[in-house]
């Protein structure tokens, strides 16, 4: 006997792991000269190399049982000083240790803050394009799982259709911004709107609507582009921030959720999100990774080498007739299907070993998602593989107007 949710989810792979899999598969077989993955967001520029000195550092200044042991269930305080420090610095806050709970990384930190939410009948909204794994993420903490339809083709936020959403069982509403997959930054303006609508839905139905704002990407912005800090916008805001992006580690799991304490129930909400990460087991994240950011909360990425990605793709495609809103942040660009052909789209290019994330997962169907965290010279070497694939396409196309 097993749990038939749990099952499915083991059973049902992603299909972006699924891509990903085919792709080592097919490099195997072929060569990685001939195969072109974009399915995966995995960093491809090195960790900052003030993570390495810190490494070093607290290897060499600490004793093993102080580096290596537990921290307290919410994080060693140095680092969460650090990391309010820096927040502060930047955005004219003050945060405390007290609000900050290290996590794991985003995803357990979303499913902490989800289950901690999740009152019988509950709703959560996200705005597509959203991450795929939002949605079995609420559903394993028992909300109901609800998404906004997108805003193409520039993707904010369809914020008439978020207010006609909202209902009494809504407990809270899941932003990505910069957003994966289009690389989208809401605005200043949108965010204001959106806190308009959740202040005043929150008086009407006699309960805080929270905004939970997922945010492993917020360092990963181009052309000067501003990324608001939201608990600045709107006071019930629950943040969740990853370094996997931001410092080049995603397997190394760190992150952390800020809980205001102007947020409306904060002290019990903070609790709740601290006893659902109980719950799930992801308490005292990585302590050798605590002393890293104790260290490195302030350091940037150098995002050169993705911003070179993002002009040459963008640059390329779009030339070639492919129709995409320019990415402000992240490293993806999510792309129109250019033919009414779906499925036949995405086998073809397939069977060019060009392998796209189709956009359905995301809540958007018709789009494809391409992450640019790869090689410029093989973003290079896949413009004439694009250029065929939308080429065939056209032909298709014109060849089924003649037949009608």
Same mark, same amino acid.
């Given at each position: 006997?097993?749990?038939?949710?749990?099952?499915?989810?083991?059973?049902?792979?992603?299909?972006?792991?699924?891509?990903?899999?085919?792709?080592?598969?097919?490099?195997?077989?072929?060569?990685?000269?001939?195969?072109?993955?974009?399915?995966?967001?995995?960093?491809?520029?090195?960790?900052?190399?003030?993570?390495?000195?810190?490494?070093?550092?607290?290897?060499?200044?600490? !004793?093993?049982?102080?580096?290596? +042991?537990?921290?307290? *269930?919410?994080?060693? /305080? =140095?680092?969460?000083? #650090?990391? $309010?420090?820096?927040?502060?610095?930047?955005?004219?806050?003050?945060?405390? !240790?007290?609000?900050?709970?290290? +996590?794991?990384?985003? *995803?357990?930190?979303? /499913? =902490?803050?989800?289950? #901690?939410? $999740?009152?019988?009948?509950?709703?959560?909204?996200?705005?597509?394009?959203?991450?795929?794994?939002?949605?079995?993420?609420?559903?394993? *903490?028992?909300?109901?799982?609800?998404?906004?339809?997108?805003?193409?083709?520039?993707?904010?936020?369809?914020?008439?259709?978020?207010?006609?959403?909202?209902?009494?069982?809504?407990?809270?509403?899941?932003?990505?911004?910069?957003?994966?997959?289009?690389?989208?930054?809401?605005?200043?303006?949108?965010?204001?709107?959106?806190?308009?609508?959740?202040?005043?839905?929150?008086?009407?139905?006699?309960?805080?609507?929270?905004?939970?704002?997922?945010?492993?990407?917020?360092?990963?912005?181009?052309?000067?582009?501003?990324?608001?800090?939201?608990?600045?916008?709107?006071?019930?805001?629950?943040?969740?921030?990853?370094?996997?992006?931001?410092?080049?580690?995603?397997?190394?799991?760190?992150?952390?959720?800020?809980?205001?304490?102007?947020?409306?129930?904060?002290?019990?909400?903070?609790?709740?999100?601290?006893?659902?990460?109980?719950?799930?087991?992801?308490?005292?994240?990585?302590?050798?990774?605590?002393?890293?950011?104790?260290?490195?909360?302030?350091?940037?990425?150098?995002?050169?080498?993705?911003?070179?990605?993002?002009?040459?793709?963008?640059?390329?495609?779009?030339?070639?007739?492919?129709?995409?809103?320019?990415?402000?942040?992240?490293?993806?660009?999510?792309?129109?299907?250019?033919?009414?052909?779906?499925?036949?789209?995405?086998?073809?290019?397939?069977?060019?070993?060009?392998?796209?994330?189709?956009?359905?997962?995301?809540?958007?169907?018709?789009?494809?998602?391409?992450?640019?965290?790869?090689?410029?010279?093989?973003?290079?070497?896949?413009?004439?593989?694009?250029?065929?694939?939308?080429?065939?396409?056209?032909?298709?196309?014109?060849?089924?107007?003649?037949?009608?």
């Amino acid at each position: 006997m097993f749990n038939e949710k749990a099952y499915s989810l083991g059973a049902n792979r992603s299909v972006i792991r699924e891509l990903f899999e085919y792709g080592r598969k097919r490099t195997a077989e072929v060569g990685p000269e001939n195969v072109f993955d974009f399915s995966l967001g995995n960093p491809s520029i090195p960790a900052p190399p003030q993570v390495e000195a810190a490494i070093r550092e607290a290897l060499v200044t600490m !004793p093993s049982l102080a580096l290596h +042991g537990y921290t307290t *269930a919410a994080g060693d /305080v =140095a680092a969460r000083q #650090a990391i $309010a420090d820096d927040l502060n610095a930047r955005f004219g806050t003050d945060i405390t !240790p007290g609000e900050l709970f290290l +996590g794991c990384g985003a *995803a357990p930190e979303l /499913v =902490a803050v989800l289950s #901690a939410l $999740a009152v019988p009948g509950g709703e959560v909204l996200a705005v597509a394009p959203y991450f795929p794994e939002y949605k079995p993420f609420a559903e394993s *903490a028992g909300l109901t799982f609800r998404a906004v339809p997108p805003d193409v083709p520039g993707f904010q936020i369809r914020l008439s259709e978020l207010e006609k959403m909202l209902n009494v069982h809504t407990q809270a509403v899941l932003i990505d911004s910069p957003n994966n997959p289009s690389g989208t930054v809401y605005s200043r303006e949108t965010l204001q709107a959106l806190s308009e609508i959740l202040t005043r839905k929150s008086a009407e139905f006699g309960h805080p609507i929270y905004l939970i704002s997922d945010e492993p990407y917020r360092e990963l912005v181009y052309d000067g582009v501003e990324v608001p800090f939201v608990p600045c916008i709107y006071r019930d805001t629950i943040v969740c921030y990853s370094y996997s992006k931001s410092l080049s580690l995603p397997g190394e799991r760190i992150g952390y959720v800020y809980v205001p304490r102007a947020a409306a129930d904060s002290e019990q909400l903070y609790a709740a999100v601290l006893g659902a990460a109980r719950a799930a087991g992801h308490v005292c994240a990585p302590s050798l990774m605590q002393q890293v950011i104790a260290r490195c909360a302030s350091v940037r990425p150098d995002l050169e080498a993705y911003d070179a990605n993002r002009r040459a793709l963008y640059d390329g495609l779009t030339a070639m007739g492919y129709q995409a809103a320019k990415p402000e942040g992240a490293f993806y660009l999510f792309v129109k299907v250019p033919t009414e052909n779906k499925a036949e789209f995405f086998d073809r290019a397939k069977a060019l070993d060009l392998l796209l994330v189709p956009g359905a997962g995301f809540g958007c169907p018709g789009y494809f998602r391409i992450c640019y965290c790869v090689s410029y010279d093989m973003i290079q070497r896949s413009l004439p593989v694009f250029r065929a694939l939308i080429n065939e396409s056209r032909t298709d196309a014109a060849e089924e107007r003649d037949d009608l």
